[in-house]
Structure formats: C-alpha cells, structure tokens
C-alpha cells in the first residue's frame, strides 16, 4: 500500500488540477512578474492541498521531514513543485537548512509557497519562517486564503484539512502584497502575516475562521495557566 498511495494521491491531485477552476480575486502576481519580482505564498496549513492546486511550476514548497511530508514530497515533485524539506520554523529540527534552501530558490526569481502554522500547529500561529525569509531576500509575502466552494473538512485533524472535490471552483482571495518594514523584528512581521491571513479567513470563510478563533484562544488560555504556574 505504501509504494500505491503516491501513485493514488497524486492522481487524485492532477484530478484536481485537471478539473477544479480557481478564481483569484486581489490578484497582484501579473504585476509582481513584469517587475522581475519573486514572491512568497502564505497560507494556512489546513488549506495546503488547495494550495498545491493553486501553485504554479516551479514554485518552492516548504514540507516538513517526517512520513507525511515524504508522501507530500512525492506529489509535488510529479505536478512541478519544488519541494524543500524542513520545518517551517528556524529553530526547528531542519529549520536553517531549509531556511537556507528557500532562500536560495527565491533569490534565483522563483516563487516559494509555506503554510505558515505547519507542520504541526497550532492551528492559526504563524512561525517566524516566512517573514525571515522575505528579509532575506525582499520577496513581498501574498497573503492569500484558498476556498473550496465543495470540499471535505477533516474535523478531527488538529488544522482542519481540507479537501477540494473535483469540478469545484477553488476562490484564491489574496491580500496585498506585504514587505518587510525598515527596523520590523520578525516577530512584528509575522503578527502582521499572521493577522491578515486570520482577516482574510474571517472575512471569505467565517464558519472555518470560528474553528481558528476557538483554537487560539485556547493557547492563550494556556499559556496564561503556565505562567500562573510558574509565577
């Protein structure tokens, strides 16, 4: 079963590629080309199979090093995708490697595409990743929330993965492009990524966005009980 899923997974993508039309809506990447300007992809996790619908050839895709993400590896390789393995935040296991790797791509002028609260949550946090990597190389971040008028949410993962159905329509609605900001820490930069894609969610797809809000308010629930702890 192992050597047939790749074969199944992709299929079932190329079915999507092949038969889902996808509407962009604030679309600025016409302009972004004719001014020789790569840009990067910010989504969120549970959306990353539209995401792989959506991206162009020759785009770099963050995927983490782990089961999952070899099966994930496989599937972009066979639709153009450029996978570059790692975890999504620098301090993680494959982190600066990847980090390196990503930079690297988009310096050469091609786009790069990360889901930004991967590889394992939670659910709604962006990591520093992607704003490290538009410093580095002044690539503009396109916010953009990918959403299937028919799809299958899986309820009982930790993002909500969602699944488009063939011969849907896929609207991709994008912010505006976002660059880095003179004296901007990461962490300043990556609440902003952050914050828009969380708008843009609650804006184009409330009934998900819900599910979000109740998970991050159940970190910050958290962390206010470990620190009570530890104070």
């Keep these: 079963m192992n050597r047939v899923l790749p074969f199944l997974v992709t299929g079932f993508i190329w079915l999507l590629r092949t038969t889902c039309r996808v509407r962009a ?3 600025s990447r016409d ?3 004719a001014a020789g300007q790569p840009y990067l992809y910010a989504g969120l996790h549970g959306q990353q199979i539209a995401m792989v ?16 993400g070899d099966l994930i590896a496989r599937t972009l390789e066979k639709t153009g995708v450029i996978p570059i393995r790692g975890s999504s935040g620098a301090s993680r296991k494959g982190g600066v490697t990847a980090l390196r790797a990503l930079v690297a791509h988009v310096s050469s002028g091609r786009p790069a595409c990360v889901a930004v609260d991967g590889p394992k949550g939670p659910r709604g946090i962006a990591s520093p990743g992607i704003a490290m990597l538009s410093q580095k190389t002044g690539a503009p971040v396109l916010p953009m929330s990918l959403i299937p008028t028919k799809r299958i949410v899986l309820s009982r993962t930790w993002d909500r ?3 488009p159905l063939p011969f849907c329509r896929i609207d991709g609605i994008f912010g505006d492009p976002m660059y880095p900001r003179d004296g901007e820490s990461v962490a300043e930069f990556t609440q902003r990524i952050q914050d828009e894609l969380l708008r843009l969610e609650a804006a184009y797809d409330p009934s998900e966005a819900a599910k979000t809000h109740a998970a991050l308010q159940q970190v910050l629930a958290e962390k206010r009980e470990s620190m009570k702890r530890a104070a």
């Design 31 to 33: 302009r972004l080309r």
């Design 161 to 163: 993965t969602q699944i």
């Design 25 to 27: 809506v604030n679309d």
């Design 53 to 68: 619908v959506h991206a162009e050839k020759g785009a770099g895709a963050l995927v983490s090093r782990s089961k999952d």
